[in-house]
């Protein structure tokens, strides 16, 4: 298949489908991380050029609950927010059969849809919490491939004894808000095995 895998910089999904035989690109305004087909612009240039598999990972900065508080501090923020689900509409009415949009919980649930299902690293392979949103057309559910016992350390935002990620334990930095959005290997693994085989 042809795969274009939007909105990634790592290269993780990308390269989990190359490794089973996929024709995969990835594409962001930001450059791979990684070696191996990229291209680094606006997706809307390449989205519609007939490609039979579409993953998109759109920018959560503005679609997260997590940034709910800042909205009133700053008008500008519920513009972009509004400019952020049109560009989640965009991408789902591609040329292409089959397309998935990855988000965290959040706006998209009430503004656009309900996400067709919601999975945890833990499904994968990996001890961690985040619940990732996957709107799904064209394609059957993920199934779990590696279930795991997820870390049950507490702390970390406005409730201190809740349970929490690593990822939410993460110090502020330059980094931190690409550590958050990187896809886990195990979920990579099994779009590419399980999307990557019809």
């Not at 909105?7 to 024709?23: K, M, P, Q, W, Y």
């Not at 709910?68 to 400019?83: A, F, G, T």
Request: hydrophobic content about 35%.
């Amino acid at each position: 298949m042809r795969v274009l895998v939007a909105c990634e910089f790592s290269g993780t999904v990308r390269d989990a489908f190359i490794a089973i035989g996929h024709d995969a690109i990835s594409c962001d305004l930001e450059p791979s991380e990684t070696e191996g087909p990229h291209y680094q612009g606006d997706v809307m240039k390449i989205i519609n050029d007939g490609f039979d598999l579409i993953i998109a990972h759109p920018p959560c900065t503005y679609l997260a609950n997590s940034g709910v508080r800042w909205l009133k501090d700053n008008p500008d923020r519920q513009k972009l927010r509004i400019e952020s689900v049109e560009f989640v509409k965009r991408i789902w009415s591609a040329n292409c059969e089959k397309i998935v949009i990855e988000n965290p919980i959040g706006h998209l649930s009430t503004a656009w849809q309900k996400p067709s299902q919601i999975i945890q690293p833990f499904h994968h392979g990996h001890k961690e919490w985040k619940s990732t949103c996957l709107w799904i057309k064209g394609l059957p559910l993920l199934k779990f491939t590696n279930l795991v016992e997820p870390d049950q350390k507490r702390g970390g935002g406005k409730k201190p004894g809740r349970i929490s990620s690593r990822l939410h334990r993460l110090p502020p930095s330059a980094e931190r808000q690409k550590e958050r959005s990187r896809t886990y290997q195990g979920i990579a693994l099994a779009m590419a095995t399980q999307w990557g085989a019809l």
